[in-house]
């Protein structure tokens, strides 16, 4: 929401503050000062009867043209300047020997990896190391590291200021493996051993694999899942996918309310009466395992 929020801000030629949670958006009827300016907030257009699922709303923001006079294209790739694709791969000579300076190619890169951060596409430490990684590679001789921080730590600065509070990415993703395995034609043809249990067959949900489930919005993606999932812990199949035992299943969500919830779980019909503690009639009950 914060993204979509700096989107049209951008588009619109407004505040970059907007990208962040805590920036409010003003009242109809209110007073905004700026500047020595003062300006009432007015609503320029109000259609009651239209409501916007998100999905639907982020597409129609993709598709907003920029207003006229406002441009989207970031400073470095201006036609005066060289394209980022250039200075990330170009090495640059101090003296001044080559088409820009190592302070202009490196505060071009610092400022690519700062917006990379800064939009949420990269989280800090890995925008570190592509600081680090261009000042090795390009700059000749390369930059002390403790010059680089202080350009880096600089141009965010400045960055935060005119564009607002960043998106920052959390470091919460698996660690990636050391090693990729890989395996012989020989040997996936020579190993004879039996192949793990589907957890939902056939060769729906595997052990290791994942599943994603999508569709348009308001199809009944959500009741499908709760129908299957319930389906699968009570050990039933569901539309010809059948599990191989009672599955153990977790389902996180943030939309539907408990109450409402709990309507759905008992609208399912299981085809046989479960005594379980806690249930009625057709059903599912926790215990179900």
Request: aromatic share 8%; net charge neutral; glycine share 10%.
């Amino acid at each position: 929401m914060c993204r979509l929020r700096g989107d049209i801000a951008a588009k619109a030629g407004g505040d970059m503050h907007f990208r962040s949670a805590h920036q409010p958006i003003r009242v109809a009827g209110s007073v905004y000062s700026k500047n020595g300016l003062k300006t009432q907030v007015r609503i320029v257009a109000l259609n009651p009867t239209l409501e916007r699922d998100l999905g639907e709303f982020i597409e129609a923001v993709a598709d907003m043209p920029p207003t006229p006079g406002i441009s989207l294209q970031p400073d470095f790739s201006y036609p005066d300047k060289p394209a980022m694709r250039e200075v990330l791969t170009t090495p640059v000579r101090e003296g001044a020997q080559d088409d820009w300076s190592r302070f202009e190619g490196a505060s071009a890169a610092i400022g690519h990896f700062i917006r990379m951060v800064h939009e949420g596409r990269m989280s800090k430490d890995e925008g570190w190391e592509g600081i680090c990684g261009y000042n090795a590679a390009m700059l000749r001789p390369a930059w002390p590291v403790e010059r680089l921080q202080r350009e880096s730590e600089r141009l965010w600065d400045l960055h935060v200021q005119k564009y607002g509070p960043p998106l920052i990415r959390l470091d919460s993703a698996a660690p990636a493996p050391d090693e990729m395995p890989a395996f012989t034609l020989g040997a996936l043809l020579d190993d004879v051993s039996p192949m793990p249990e589907d957890i939902i067959s056939p060769r729906v949900l595997t052990p290791g694999g994942l599943l994603v489930l999508g569709g348009a919005p308001k199809v009944g993606k959500s009741d499908l899942l709760i129908s299957w999932l319930v389906h699968m812990a009570a050990g039933v199949p569901f539309l010809g996918f059948t599990p191989p035992r009672p599955l153990r299943v977790f389902y996180l969500q943030a939309e539907i309310q408990y109450h409402y919830l709990r309507e759905r779980m008992k609208q399912i019909a299981l085809g046989f009466r479960h005594k379980g503690r806690g249930a009625r009639g057709e059903g599912f009950s926790p215990d179900a395992g």
